[in-house]
């Protein structure tokens, strides 16, 4: 079975300085991986995806993550984090073939301090 | 963003009272999601919709039932509400089963 583990609950940093945030799946076949961020009381909001080519992916909002398949990994990235960027932040994989299904991390809670 | 909306926003009601909670989108997508999201378990999966009248079960399906007449809206039906249904409710949409678009949410407590 798919699982994601998201391996960080809660992940305080001083503003300016980089964060990683740090995801790893398990999955016998090929996958898609996904990060989502939320605000406080808001929806989820696409951050970036991975599909197929590139490993190093960019999204929205200066994060980045890398595809490690080896490691099964999908790490997120910033180099210069803002208060701003204070939210919970999801990993998620795609299960192949079943509607699209995504399965979900436990969340990371990202809070960026002045 | 993609047009989801979500009604309503929030909702108090008795155990035991029946809930139905209704996603609407004006993207015309072919799939459509609910999931429910509860501190330390992320989201999960509770029905989804590959079109309309096609439905199949996600990981906490049990108590929950949905229905889909128009490619539209997509409803969540609690039969008998219970407190271990208390929770925020998201419906999620998707064009081509990649990735998906999030509602604002419903907020739902069983008392």
């Known amino acids: 079975a798919q699982s994601v583990t998201q391996l960080d609950s809660q992940v305080p940093v001083f503003e300016e300085a980089p964060v990683e945030l740090r995801c790893n799946y398990s999955s016998s076949v090929s996958v898609y991986l996904f990060w989502y961020v939320q605000y406080p009381n808001q929806g989820l909001q696409l951050l970036l995806k991975y599909l197929s080519g590139s490993t190093l992916v960019k999204g929205i909002n200066g994060f980045e993550a890398e595809f490690n398949k080896s490691q099964t990994s999908f790490h997120l990235r910033k180099p210069s984090v803002h208060i701003s960027d204070t939210a919970e932040y999801f990993c998620?994989?795609?299960?192949?073939?079943?509607?699209?299904?995504?399965?979900f991390g436990q969340g990371t809670e990202l809070s960026v301090k002045p | 963003d993609a047009g989801i909306t979500q009604s309503p926003r929030h909702k108090v009601t008795e155990t035991g009272t029946p809930v139905t909670l209704r996603c609407h989108q004006t993207e015309n997508h072919r799939y459509m999601y609910w999931y429910r999201q509860d501190p330390g378990h992320g989201l999960r999966l509770i029905h989804y919709s590959y079109g309309v009248k096609d439905t199949d079960k996600g990981e906490v399906s049990d108590g929950y039932s949905v229905s889909r007449s128009k490619t539209e809206d997509f409803l969540l039906t609690l039969e008998s509400a219970t407190s271990s249904q208390t929770s925020v409710y998201f419906c999620?949409?998707?064009?081509?089963?990649?990735?998906?678009?999030f509602g604002p949410g419903t907020r739902l407590t069983v008392t």
């Open positions: 998620a994989v795609r299960i192949q073939g079943e509607g699209g299904k995504l399965i």
């Open positions: 999620a949409i998707s064009e081509h089963s990649y990735e998906q678009y």
